[in-house]
């Protein structure tokens, strides 16, 4: 599995928690940044991100602002992106298993460093259930292509 990483200034300091995660994982992945002290645009960095997921080059992504919610708008304005915004355990598993999320959002300024460690653990981990709900998530990637 393939991991692309990235936050505005708000997530700097998750994000790096979240790296070290993906190394002790064993998980190949890419830090997009932002390498950024003063104030940048989480659409700079959630779309990219967000585009590198939905043309096949990363498996999966995991995004961090400070509320988690510019970013997660962001990437699912990006056409197959299925971005959840999670802040805890519960959800994290739910929407790999229902929504087969390929992206998740969470915001530094709303979790500590273990719940989200956790949280992306479980949602690294959790497969996809598919069967009634393959049928759901097919009727979103139908309105995309309206
Ligand atoms: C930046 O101040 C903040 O707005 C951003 O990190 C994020 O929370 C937006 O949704």
Not at 2 to 27: P, Q
Not at 65 to 91: E, P, Q, W, Y
């Amino acid at each position: 599995m393939k991991v692309i990483l990235a936050s505005d200034h708000g997530g700097v300091n998750l994000r790096k928690e979240i790296s070290e995660l993906l190394e002790e994982m064993n998980i190949e992945f890419e830090d997009m940044g932002c390498d950024c002290e003063t104030s940048v645009d989480y659409p700079d960095y959630g779309i990219p991100a967000a585009e590198r997921v939905a043309n096949g080059e990363f498996d999966r992504g995991i995004l961090i602002c400070g509320t988690g919610i510019g970013m997660s708008i962001s990437a699912n304005k990006v056409k197959g992106i299925r971005c959840a915004l999670v802040h805890d355990v519960f959800s994290a598993k739910a929407t790999r298993e229902h929504n087969d999320s390929n992206m998740i959002a969470m915001g530094e300024r709303v979790i500590g460093p273990g719940l989200a460690r956790e949280i992306a653990k479980t949602w690294l981990e959790t497969e996809f259930l598919a069967g009634r709900h393959a049928n759901r998530i097919g009727k979103i990637a139908d309105y995309e292509e309206e």
